[in-house]
């Protein structure tokens, strides 16, 4: 995370464990590089600056991405509906990242992607990626002209077969408990779409579903 923050000109400065200065010297050099100040602390001081049980010796402090508001446009997204756990959000962060998604679209309801854990799970995708806060229903009635909305539902059609007819694509994850809201199902143009499931299991992690549809879309060319 470090790393990924020096890279991409998010740190602004740099706090490494006196003891783990050889470890890190490529971030130091890194940090000296772009003119950011870092600073060497004993063991017991940066114990009390790390949440992390066992640090890793260091530490960069950062500026907040934006949180954006009205949607840039961008054609491969995602939609979080209230997902709950800020690891599943790092982690849905990272898929994008990873597959070459443009943008990530959640709600009030959704966990803080700049929170501790979801930092964490993100490994640095929340550097590249941009996320929307937004009413979700109305922006993706805003987008149904140029973008296929897929909703995850149990009774929705097999998620495999779905046609393609707009330039841009979004999938849709619901709540870890509840699911997709009525409100997100009632927008004009959804389509309701499921997972196979042959075995035992009624549902799979939200971040594991967002994965495999992410990644599908990847595997189609779309």
């Known amino acids: 995370m470090t790393g990924e923050a020096l890279k991409e000109g998010f740190a602004q400065t740099l706090l490494v464990e006196e003891s783990a200065a050889e470890r890190y010297l490529v971030h130091i050099e890194a940090a000296k590089e772009k003119d950011i ?42 939609a979080l509906d209230s997902v709950q756990d800020p690891g599943n959000v790092g982690t849905i962060l990272r898929t994008l990242d990873a597959a070459g998604f443009d943008a990530l679209l959640i709600n009030t309801g959704t966990a803080d992607p700049y929170a501790p854990k979801a930092l964490r799970a993100s490994m640095g995708a929340v550097f590249r990626i941009p996320v929307y806060c937004c009413d979700l229903p109305g922006t993706l009635s805003a987008i149904v002209q140029t973008h296929d909305l897929y909703a995850g539902a149990l009774n929705g059609k097999p998620y495999f077969e779905r046609k393609r007819t707009k330039e841009g694509v979004c999938v849709i994850i619901g709540n870890e408990g509840k699911g997709i809201s009525q409100a997100v199902y009632d927008v004009q143009g959804i389509e309701r779409v499921k997972l196979p499931m042959v075995g035992g299991a009624e549902s799979l992690n939200a971040s594991v579903a967002a994965a495999i549809m992410i990644y599908d879309v990847v595997r189609c060319g779309e």
């Open 37 to 78: 100040d870092v600073c060497f602390l004993p063991e017991h001081v940066m114990a009390s600056v790390c949440d992390a049980k066992t640090p890793q010796g260091v530490i960069a402090v950062c500026r907040l991405p934006e949180t954006k508001r009205e949607f840039g446009g961008e054609l491969k997204i995602a």
